[in-house]
């Protein structure tokens, strides 16, 4: 199975200031064939399903704020919120769809410091 | 708008099964893939196991290889997941999950969950 681990296990940022959220896999998510990352990140709010924020490592999906970005590759990923909100407090989980079994890393929790 | 509208909560002894369904609505169903993923307190999201509503095609997780079997209804627009032999550790939200296209094992919408307690 691909491991995935992200860091930090939570997070406390201010208002307005950039947050980060770091995913390893442990085997690259690099496809020889297309040249793409199978990398997602969610959000998840409490009581609520998860909600897909950014596919192919770097792409935003529609509707998602331009504060969220993703970067990185391989085996890499970073998840920036660039000016953090209240409405960003969740928890954030990284994604490989690269190979069977899809696998998630173990959460990060985003708070307001 | 695409909706999954997924059946309600169940409790469930050790050793029971459980079947959940998963309603689709607002878009053409057979053309999309459903997953199925769990949550268990305090555990990361895992996932169980997809079908290819347009041809019944299924793919499972080793680790439940045994135990699910997720199959669907394209007359009611509907896919479900039953899981057997239950265990105190299968108490868990599920959640049912489109893939945006009909092999695709890339998420878009999520159903709202339905919590799953085995308990003697």
């Known amino acids: 199975d691909f491991v995935m681990t992200q860091s930090p296990d939570s997070l406390a940022v201010s208002l307005g200031e950039r947050a980060t959220i770091n995913c390893k896999s442990s085997?690259?998510?690099?496809?020889?064939?297309?040249?793409?990352?199978?990398l997602a990140w969610f959000q998840q709010k409490p009581g609520q399903p998860p909600k897909v924020l950014i596919s192919?490592?770097?792409t935003r999906e529609s509707g998602v704020p331009d504060r969220f970005s993703g970067s990185g590759s391989g085996t890499d990923f970073t998840l920036t919120i660039s000016s953090l909100q209240a409405e960003d407090v969740a928890d954030y989980y990284c994604?490989?769809?690269?190979?069977?079994?899809?696998?998630f890393g173990q959460g990060t929790r985003l708070e307001i410091k | 708008q695409v909706q999954l509208v997924q059946s309600g909560a169940e409790v469930k002894k050790p050793g029971a099964s459980v079947k959940i369904s998963c309603k689709a609505s607002g878009y053409t169903f057979s053309n999309y893939a459903i997953h199925w993923v769990r949550q268990a307190p305090g555990q990361r999201l895992e996932w169980m196991g997809c079908i290819k509503v347009g041809n019944g095609d299924t793919q499972y997780s080793e680790h439940f290889q045994d135990r699910v079997t997720i199959i669907r209804d394209t007359s009611a627009s509907t896919a479900y997941m039953e899981l057997s032999s239950l265990r105190s550790e299968d108490t868990a939200v599920y959640y049912c999950?489109?893939?945006?296209?009909?092999?695709?094992?890339?998420?878009?919408?999520w159903g709202q969950g339905s919590l799953v307690t085995v308990s003697s």
């Open positions: 085997q690259s998510l690099l496809s020889s064939s297309n040249n793409k990352n199978y």
């Open positions: 192919w490592a770097s």
């Open positions: 994604q490989q769809y690269h190979s069977s079994p899809i696998t």
């Open positions: 999950v489109r893939g945006n296209g009909p092999g695709s094992w890339l998420f878009d919408n």
